[in-house]
């Protein structure tokens, strides 16, 4: 028996290999029947080179499913592999002018939208950029109040993208290490705790460009620190459809030292 050779390709970025089962995604009355072993399915990612952890989370997404009931290939053309890359930083195969320096280069964490059929090329999620809470991957970085210039947010390291679910066509993805600062003082980083965010788009946003956001840890000071102020929201997520215009999402939140971990659905 030939030992397989399963190291990365010299040069590559980190990849992303899927088995796909039968239909993706399909409305109910469609089920799974073939299972495609001979030519697994491999994305790579656009940032070459760099340690963005790209494919350590990944759902299937339908992002238009009118017809898909009977019409495989239009099943096959609008499912997505949303694929996270929770220490990507930018660019990271992004391009933005005048936004292109070292000093840019945020672990923000980055989520990928890749076609199953080719061509294969994943692209970052980036948002609308028309506010500040509806884009996905804040290309800016961590957030400063100009009038005091201190840290209102950190956004460095809270591993955007390592949580991953899709009911279908709503999507949502989680950054569980999201800090939020509430002093405007001197801020005492020892102190800090994060609190975890995730991002949600309805089912018509098709384009997957504007997102509400669920906090549920966000508000915490250091004085409730044994309270559910301090966890990291969104390290476990799921959605449930409960109508076709309503939902609920639940979300999971480890703690941190002495306070209180939580589970909670809105």
Same mark, same amino acid.
């Given at each position: 028996?030939?030992?397989?050779?399963?190291?990365?390709?010299?040069?590559?970025?980190?990849?992303?290999?899927?088995?796909?089962?039968?239909?993706?995604?399909?409305?109910?009355?469609?089920?799974?029947?073939?299972?495609?072993?001979?030519?697994?399915?491999?994305?790579?990612?656009?940032?070459?080179?760099?340690?963005?952890?790209?494919?350590?989370?990944?759902?299937?997404?339908?992002?238009?499913?009118?017809?898909?009931?009977?019409?495989?290939?239009?099943?096959?053309?609008?499912?997505?592999?949303?694929?996270?890359?929770?220490?990507?930083?930018?660019?990271?195969?992004?391009?933005?002018?005048?936004?292109?320096?070292?000093?840019?280069?945020?672990?923000?964490?980055?989520?990928?939208?890749?076609?199953?059929?080719?061509?294969?090329?994943?692209?970052?999620?980036?948002?609308?950029?028309?506010?500040?809470?509806?884009?996905?991957?804040?290309?800016?970085?961590?957030?400063?109040?100009?009038?005091?210039?201190?840290?209102?947010?950190?956004?460095?390291?809270?591993?955007? $993208?390592? =949580?991953?679910? +899709?009911? *279908?066509?709503?999507?949502?993805?989680? !950054?569980?290490?999201?800090?939020? /600062?509430?002093?405007?003082?001197?801020?005492?980083?020892?102190?800090?705790?994060?609190?975890?965010?995730?991002?949600?788009?309805?089912?018509?946003?098709?384009?997957?460009?504007?997102?509400?956001?669920?906090?549920?840890?966000? $508000?915490? =000071?250091?004085? +409730?620190? *044994?309270?559910?102020?301090?966890?990291? !929201?969104?390290?476990?997520?799921? /959605?449930?459809?409960?109508?076709?215009?309503?939902?609920?999402?639940?979300?999971?939140?480890?703690?941190?030292?002495?306070?209180?971990?939580?589970?909670?659905?809105?």
């Amino acid at each position: 028996m030939r030992e397989r050779n399963t190291s990365q390709p010299r040069g590559r970025a980190p990849s992303l290999v899927l088995v796909l089962c039968g239909v993706l995604l399909a409305s109910p009355p469609v089920t799974a029947k073939y299972i495609f072993t001979e030519e697994p399915l491999a994305r790579f990612s656009p940032a070459i080179g760099d340690q963005d952890l790209f494919g350590y989370a990944a759902a299937l997404h339908l992002v238009d499913d009118t017809g898909a009931s009977s019409d495989f290939q239009h099943a096959i053309q609008n499912t997505k592999i949303i694929v996270g890359a929770p220490n990507g930083t930018f660019p990271g195969g992004l391009t933005f002018t005048g936004v292109n320096d070292a000093e840019s280069l945020n672990h923000t964490g980055l989520v990928y939208v890749c076609p199953i059929s080719p061509p294969g090329d994943c692209e970052a999620l980036t948002g609308s950029g028309a506010g500040v809470d509806i884009r996905l991957f804040d290309y800016e970085g961590n957030e400063v109040d100009r009038r005091e210039n201190l840290l209102a947010e950190s956004k460095e390291g809270q591993f955007l $993208g390592s =949580t991953i679910v +899709s009911s *279908g066509n709503r999507l949502m993805v989680c !950054a569980p290490r999201w800090i939020s /600062l509430e002093t405007r003082g001197a801020v005492d980083f020892d102190r800090t705790r994060g609190h975890g965010r995730c991002f949600v788009a309805a089912a018509a946003e098709r384009n997957m460009s504007d997102f509400f956001i669920t906090r549920p840890c966000d $508000g915490g =000071t250091p004085s +409730s620190e *044994g309270g559910n102020s301090y966890c990291m !929201a969104g390290t476990s997520a799921a /959605l449930h459809e409960t109508s076709d215009t309503t939902f609920s999402a639940f979300l999971g939140g480890p703690p941190f030292s002495s306070s209180n971990g939580m589970c909670t659905s809105s």
